[in-house]
């Protein structure tokens, strides 16, 4: 019987984490590993929504993984998997999608947001993005989904179709809730705060990877976007650049903004600035020494992915067979 809550997440295997989704999501996945039995999955089916060279996907799965567990994944305590290794995820998907409307799916904002950004590949895929995300979801009857901001559209989506099909066949999917940070659910690029942060931004110095050197990471908080009042205190409406790396500052050092405000009363931004990097660099330290060594002991790797996929897959059958069962197909 399972005693403990369940979580599931997901990242996709598209490059270097960024800081936003390692303090939007991947420092709740390491703290939540004690309380929850944590599902993780590296979602490369999700990739292939963009056109990939099969060389370098391969690559950066693999990276992912290193990346998940030099951040804090425990291979020991909590499942980590590829997700295209547990085909019970397309499996369902189908399912979902023949019980999912046009119209549920044409109000989602990323949707609108990649068709802007893809304009000449805007496949089916991009559209049924979030059905995938419910399968994923829903497969292993998850209580939490910790993510940040941007994927609370997705969850109400998953949602809204596992309520949907409970409705039709009785009580086969548990309804997940979203868990999201109270800081740093959302990082705004350092170019532009007003946007997100997001590794596909053409301009590098707008994000920070989880491999960036302490120099780079100095350099772009150093060309970080501010504004002209050479006053640290928070305000998201005037001062989005200021805030933003006050919410990042906050985030990786646990001290809140009213502290953070007085830290730096009477200094100027340069300084502010400093620390922000300084306290950036400091956390990511350990997580790139450990990823050098992952990365160099790819046979560890390749093992916990396989291990992954067979627990992964023995929970994920027995809600596929559930499905199955209830719609006729067993
Ligand atoms: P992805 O790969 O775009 O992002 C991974 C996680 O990082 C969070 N995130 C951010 N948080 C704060 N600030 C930012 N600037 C920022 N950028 C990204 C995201 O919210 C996410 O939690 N659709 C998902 C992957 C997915 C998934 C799932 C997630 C597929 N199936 C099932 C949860 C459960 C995605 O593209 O995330």
Redesign the pocket.
Known sequence: MQDKKRI?????P?GVL?L??Y????RNWVALQDEYECIY?V?DL?SLTVRNEAKELRERRLSLLAQYIACGINPEKSIVFMQSHVSAHAELSWVLNCNTYMGELSRQTQFKEKVSKHKDNINAGLFT?PV??AA??LLYQTDL???????KQ?LEIARDIAGRFNGLYGNVFKIPEPYIPKV?????SLQDPTS???KSDENSNAYITLLDSPETILRKFKRAVTDSEAVVRYDLEEKPGISNLMSIYASVTGKNLDDIRQEFEGKGYGDFKAAVGEAVAETLRPIQESYNELMAARDYLQDIMKKGAEDANRIARRTLGKVYRKIGLQ
């Open positions: 599931f997440s997901g990242m996709q598209t960024t936003g989704n303090l939007g999501a991947m999955s979602v999700h993005y995938l995300m994923d979801i989904v910790p993510v940040g901001d941007d994927q997705h740093g659910a959302r990082i705004m997100k942060m997001s």
